[in-house]
């Protein structure tokens, strides 16, 4: 079982950035790969961007070039830097980590990971 943990959600203005944590536990060994997802009130939950134990990268198209996904496999601690921030980011963030290679799609199309944190709250006002 894995147990992930998000952090660093909350309130910015349009324009502004944030950066988010997530802390895993227990057996992370047993999972290769670790995302991003959002989901907004209304909306399906859709991928934002993965990563593997390579460092190789996916982003969806309508974050790729404002957000940066990155880990320290060492502190167990994956991480996403968010710039440029738009009101249409609100959402509640999720990290998830996968026992299979986890690839965001342009359109945020994921294959459901194994584990999933409980969220962290980002809102951009206008």
């Known amino acids: 079982q894995v147990h992930l943990e998000e952090s660093g959600g909350g309130s910015v203005q349009s324009g502004g950035s944030l950066r988010l944590s997530c802390t895993t536990t227990g057996d992370t060994n047993s999972t290769i790969s670790m995302g991003w997802f959002r989901q907004s009130p209304g909306k399906k939950r859709e991928g934002v961007a993965g990563?593997?134990?390579?460092?190789?990268?996916s982003y969806a198209d309508v974050v790729k070039g404002r957000f940066t996904i990155s880990q320290d496999i060492a502190k167990n601690t994956l991480y996403l830097q968010m710039n440029t921030l738009k009101p249409e980011d609100t959402a509640m963030y999720y990290c998830?980590?996968?026992?299979?290679?986890?690839?965001?799609?342009?359109?945020?199309?994921?294959?459901?990971?194994?584990?999933w944190g409980q969220g962290t709250q980002v809102t951009v006002s206008s």
């Open positions: 998830a980590a996968a026992k299979f290679r986890l690839y965001i799609f342009p359109d945020g199309f994921y294959l459901p990971p194994n584990y």
């Open positions: 990563i593997d134990r390579t460092g190789s990268t």
